[in-house]
């Protein structure tokens, strides 16, 4: 079977850095994905890491450990816009997917 | 906008009921995936179709079925429905690669 962990929930106050932390049990494992989604909205494409390392894309950025089986989100310069809920994707080789439960961040003034 | 559109943004409807969902992916995109989320949980992928095949399938009931036509668009039927499937149905589309997936705005499924 397939399991993923992200933390339920984290606050932090603007300006502040966060990371989501997403470990992962699964066989086949292809890529990780992150997205974001504000209440009642789509989810929104965030970073893709298929290879060891960090991807950097503006405030966000992206880790992936395959050996670990370990990813996260990073988050800099948090800004109220960044409230929302943050899930981890395990894409697998045969093209199955499973997300995270989410982790819903607070950001206060 | 994703450029992923889905109909009808809201639907109620009562237990026992027959509802089909529809999905038109972004121009150029050939995959079209089918996610259900339920109050507060997080996304449950259900069926991914490419270029008019099934291509996976997750925790998708017996009771739904989708398809993909000629033109890309999707549908997801579902049917003898249960208080249960109330839920936001999202479809999201992607290139061959499926790295990035864009999804639409969502139906709200309501069940009575």
């Known amino acids: 079977g397939q399991s993923l962990e992200q933390p339920s929930e984290v606050t932090a106050v603007e300006g502040a850095i966060v990371q989501i932390n997403c470990t992962y049990q699964t066989s086949g494992f292809y890529g990780l994905s992150w997205y974001q989604q504000h209440d009642g909205g789509a989810p929104t494409f965030l970073s893709y890491?298929?290879?060891?390392g960090l991807e950097e894309t503006g405030r966000f950025s992206s880790f992936l450990s395959r050996s670990d089986s370990y990813g996260y989100l990073l988050l800099q310069e948090l800004q109220m816009k960044d409230s929302a809920s943050y899930f981890c994707a395990v894409r697998r080789d045969d093209y199955k997917l499973s997300f995270g439960a989410g982790t819903t961040v607070t950001v206060r003034a | 906008d994703s450029g992923v559109t889905q109909t009808p943004k809201h639907l109620i409807t009562a237990t026992g009921q027959r509802v089909t969902l529809r999905c038109s992916p972004r121009?150029?995109?050939?995959?079209v995936y089918w996610y259900q989320q339920s109050l507060d949980q997080g996304l449950q992928f259900l069926i991914h179709?490419?270029?008019?095949?099934?291509?996976a399938k997750g925790n998708i009931l017996e009771r739904f079925s989708a398809q993909q036509f000629p033109d890309l668009h999707s549908e997801l039927n579902l049917s003898s429905l249960e208080l249960g499937d109330s839920a936001l149905y999202f479809c999201a589309s992607s290139g061959q690669g499926g790295e990035t997936q864009y999804f639409g705005p969502g139906t709200r499924l309501l069940v009575l």
């Open positions: 121009s150029g995109d050939l995959s």
């Open positions: 179709y490419y270029n008019g095949e099934e291509r």
């Open positions: 890491n298929a290879l060891d």
